[in-house]
């Protein structure tokens, strides 16, 4: 899916711009990298069968509720 020109883009492969010192290292933090911007197609497929589901549930529940008696 492309980007919004509204999303700002950052990087995170830059050389840090403060050096620990040398007691620092076992609190370092492994550098960030970004695997994909996207969702994977597997994922996305799943997540509109789970939309389309739910939104006819709940057309279902919208045609059905008026007509389930009240019980009075």
Do not use: N, Y
Not at 16 to 23: D, K, N
Request: charged share 15%; net charge negative; aromatic share 4%.
């Amino acid at each position: 899916m492309a980007r919004s020109a509204a999303q700002s883009d950052f990087s995170v492969s830059r050389p840090p711009e403060v050096e620990l010192p040398a007691g620092g290292a076992p609190v370092a933090l492994p550098r960030a990298e970004v695997v994909t911007t996207e969702a994977g197609a597997f994922a996305t497929r799943w997540v509109m069968r789970l939309t389309i589901v739910l939104l006819l549930a709940l057309a279902v529940l919208c045609a059905v509720g008026p007509h389930i008696p009240s019980g009075e």
